[in-house]
């Protein structure tokens, strides 16, 4: 065999490799959601839909989840910023307290919620002299949504400001611009994929945030009682319902994710 | 900058602690799984601990959930030897669906109480149905949510208490629960000025934080406990063991202690 011939064969060996790979990873995705799906007859699904108590936790789930988006995007976007382009004491230390809620189990967030913001917590007291009071609020389920999915988007912004060429940034200096205005015009058009990426992921986990929630919010339909929630509380009694709920939730997040990723290329940097 | 070496001495270093935290010595013999009701969590504890110290071979292993939960998952095929549930519904469940050894025995029972946090809002029943009184139930799919709804019902038809009470107690829910434990948390957290449990869920632990609120006996729901070997169980033996070690004066005592009423002679 000469030696050519040899490559070319370890070429197809890496390719049959590869291929493999990629087959078995799509099955474990695919198996599941196809298993969901399959399981539902879609007229079932337009009934299910009808339900006004349906109807109410898509509401929520939407609603929460999307400001809750908003608002990490928010408060997110500087610490984001720092972390990237500064050196500072305590930086290491900064970016596990950002990484901690996602090693944290989720029921264990939501105990902690309840410890800072509940009636006996610690900022709780303080805030019910104002006539505050979060626990079973659909605020509470906004911010247990923050807390746990808050990291998807620091992280990903992060990364995205890091790929900013600073060449970029020091000729936008040297042609007199302020750093916010290179921060406004240089920066943030060139780390836009990044945060709409990091946006995106962070409203996907918002989406199907459980124990937290359950936790530190409670469930209550109407008010408290997400997508989630209704599953699992359906889970209890009917697994018909709660497989069609569960359908309803990956139809529309899907849907959503894909419409992300349709954003018109004219629409990026 | 990280060199590949300083990656593998991370790896050594992850796989050395891994290596390190003793592994469970092994037993001779299968370990029993045992499917119990959240709210027997701390009595089977000692239960299972008096089995084991009876039968040092095997190793009892528990799962502690709501009954509905764990009806589902045995019958979705989960390794379970005995069953012990909150509720007749799901024992008779899976009896219809030819999963039980047996009949099924009732071999304890249980009673609701209001509980409420210490210095609380609430003191009285009456004050349940005081506005801006924040009340938890279990959910409904859960027994002891079902049966709290009962006992408003009941309340809402006694003159002392007057027909709409059970509806403005309701009115008062800011949350139903998905098990009796997460009811009692969010009062022990003082989240809750009132939540409806288990007599036996009001355990030492709890007392610290949360003072009891009896429910007259007339308008009260009694929980019935059944408990049975399933069918795949795969010591038959052994799980009948089990089963007699809770019904034995042993395990009654044991029941007892943790607030549970005697289940009816057999």
Same mark, same amino acid.
């Given at each position: 065999?000469?030696?050519?011939?040899?490559?070319?064969?370890?070429?197809? +060996?890496?390719?049959?490799?590869?291929?493999?790979?990629?087959?078995?990873?799509?099955?474990?995705?695919?198996?599941?959601?196809?298993?969901?799906?399959?399981?539902?007859?879609? #007229?079932?699904?337009?009934?299910?839909?009808?339900?006004?108590?349906?109807?109410? /936790?898509?509401?929520?789930? +939407?609603?929460?989840?999307?400001?809750?988006?908003? #608002?990490?995007?928010?408060?997110?976007?500087?610490?984001?910023?720092?972390?990237?382009?500064?050196?500072?004491?305590?930086?290491?230390?900064?970016? /596990?307290?950002?990484?901690?809620?996602?090693?944290?189990?989720?029921?264990? &967030?939501?105990?902690?919620?309840?410890?800072?913001?509940?009636?006996?917590?610690?900022?709780?007291?303080?805030?019910?002299?104002?006539?505050?009071?979060?626990?079973?609020?659909?605020?509470?389920?906004?911010?247990?949504?923050?807390?746990?999915?808050?990291?998807?988007?620091?992280?990903?912004?992060?990364?995205?400001?890091?790929?900013?060429?600073?060449?970029?940034?020091?000729?936008?200096?040297?042609?007199?611009?302020?750093?916010?205005?290179?921060?406004?015009?240089?920066?943030?058009?060139?780390?836009?994929?990044?945060?709409?990426?990091?946006?995106?992921?962070?409203?996907?986990? #918002?989406?199907?945030?459980?124990?937290?929630?359950?936790?530190?919010?409670?469930?209550?339909?109407?008010?408290?009682?997400?997508?989630?929630?209704?599953?699992?509380?359906?889970?209890?009694?009917?697994?018909?319902?709660?497989?069609?709920?569960?359908?309803?939730?990956?139809?529309?997040?899907?849907?959503?994710?894909?419409?992300?990723? &349709?954003?018109?290329?004219?629409?990026?940097? | 900058?990280?060199?590949?070496?300083?990656?593998?001495?991370?790896?050594?270093?992850?796989?050395?602690?891994?290596?390190?935290?003793?592994?469970?010595?092994?037993?001779?013999?299968?370990?029993?799984?045992?499917?119990?009701?959240?709210?027997?969590?701390?009595?089977?504890?000692?239960?299972?601990?008096?089995?084991?110290?009876?039968?040092?071979?095997?190793?009892?292993?528990?799962?502690?959930?709501?009954?509905?939960?764990?009806?589902?998952?045995?019958?979705?095929?989960?390794?379970?030897?005995?069953?012990?549930?909150?509720?007749?519904?799901?024992?008779? *469940?899976?009896?219809?669906?030819?999963?039980?050894?047996?009949?099924?025995?009732?071999?304890?029972?249980?009673?609701?109480?209001?509980?409420?946090?210490?210095?609380?809002?609430?003191?009285?029943?009456? *004050?349940?149905?005081?506005?801006?009184?924040?009340?938890?139930?279990?959910?409904?799919?859960?027994?002891?949510?079902?049966?709290?709804?009962?006992?408003?019902? @009941?309340?809402?038809?006694?003159?002392?208490?007057?027909?709409?009470?059970?509806?403005?107690?309701?009115?008062?829910?800011?949350?139903?629960?998905?098990?009796? @434990?997460?009811?009692?948390? @969010?009062?022990?957290?003082?989240?809750?000025?009132?939540?409806?449990?288990?007599?036996?869920?009001?355990?030492?632990?709890?007392?610290?934080?949360?003072?009891?609120?009896?429910?007259?006996?007339?308008?009260?729901?009694?929980?019935?406990?059944?408990?049975?070997?399933?069918?795949?169980?795969?010591?038959?033996?052994?799980?009948?063991?089990?089963?007699?070690?809770?019904?034995?004066?042993?395990?009654?005592?044991?029941?007892?202690?943790?607030?549970?009423?005697?289940?009816?002679?057999?």
């Amino acid at each position: 065999m000469t030696v050519r011939a040899r490559r070319r064969r370890g070429e197809r +060996l890496l390719g049959l490799a590869w291929l493999t790979a990629t087959a078995l990873f799509l099955a474990l995705l695919i198996l599941p959601v196809a298993g969901l799906l399959l399981r539902v007859p879609p #007229a079932d699904l337009l009934r299910r839909m009808a339900d006004p108590l349906v109807l109410q /936790a898509l509401w929520l789930s +939407l609603t929460t989840s999307l400001a809750a988006t908003a #608002a990490v995007a928010v408060l997110g976007l500087p610490l984001a910023y720092a972390l990237a382009t500064r050196q500072f004491a305590g930086k290491r230390a900064l970016e /596990a307290l950002v990484d901690l809620p996602m090693v944290l189990p989720p029921t264990v &967030a939501g105990v902690g919620l309840l410890l800072a913001f509940g009636r006996q917590g610690l900022v709780g007291p303080a805030l019910a002299v104002a006539g505050i009071s979060i626990p079973f609020t659909s605020v509470a389920v906004v911010l247990a949504q923050m807390f746990v999915a808050g990291p998807f988007f620091v992280n990903a912004a992060r990364a995205g400001f890091e790929a900013v060429d600073p060449a970029l940034v020091r000729a936008a200096a040297t042609l007199r611009a302020t750093p916010g205005y290179a921060f406004r015009r240089v920066q943030l058009p060139l780390s836009r994929p990044a945060l709409l990426a990091g946006a995106a992921m962070t409203w996907a986990r #918002a989406l199907g945030e459980f124990g937290a929630t359950i936790t530190f919010a409670g469930n209550l339909p109407g008010r408290t009682q997400t997508m989630p929630l209704a599953v699992y509380i359906a889970l209890q009694t009917d697994l018909e319902a709660a497989v069609a709920l569960s359908v309803i939730l990956l139809v529309v997040s899907f849907g959503l994710l894909v419409a992300l990723r &349709a954003v018109p290329r004219g629409a990026r940097p | 900058m990280r060199t590949r070496y300083a990656c593998l001495r991370e790896a050594c270093l992850v796989l050395t602690a891994l290596a390190v935290i003793p592994a469970p010595a092994p037993r001779a013999a299968e370990p029993l799984h045992v499917f119990a009701a959240a709210s027997l969590t701390e009595a089977f504890q000692r239960i299972a601990a008096a089995y084991e110290a009876r039968h040092p071979e095997r190793e009892v292993v528990l799962n502690l959930a709501g009954s509905q939960q764990l009806a589902a998952q045995i019958e979705h095929g989960a390794p379970a030897d005995v069953f012990a549930s909150a509720d007749q519904r799901w024992m008779d *469940d899976l009896v219809a669906k030819g999963l039980v050894a047996g009949t099924p025995r009732i071999f304890v029972r249980n009673q609701l109480v209001v509980v409420v946090p210490r210095g609380g809002r609430v003191a009285r029943l009456d *004050d349940l149905a005081r506005p801006r009184v924040k009340v938890v139930l279990a959910a409904d799919a859960v027994p002891v949510g079902r049966y709290s709804r009962q006992v408003l019902e @009941k309340m809402g038809g006694d003159p002392a208490f007057g027909h709409a009470f059970g509806e403005r107690v309701l009115a008062n829910v800011v949350s139903e629960e998905e098990s009796v @434990k997460a009811v009692r948390a @969010k009062v022990q957290l003082g989240e809750a000025d009132a939540g409806i449990v288990y007599g036996s869920d009001v355990t030492a632990a709890a007392r610290t934080s949360v003072r009891t609120i009896a429910i007259p006996a007339l308008l009260n729901v009694v929980a019935r406990y059944p408990l049975a070997r399933l069918r795949a169980a795969r010591d038959a033996a052994a799980a009948d063991a089990f089963v007699d070690l809770v019904v034995s004066p042993e395990g009654q005592a044991i029941l007892a202690e943790h607030g549970f009423l005697p289940g009816p002679p057999p």
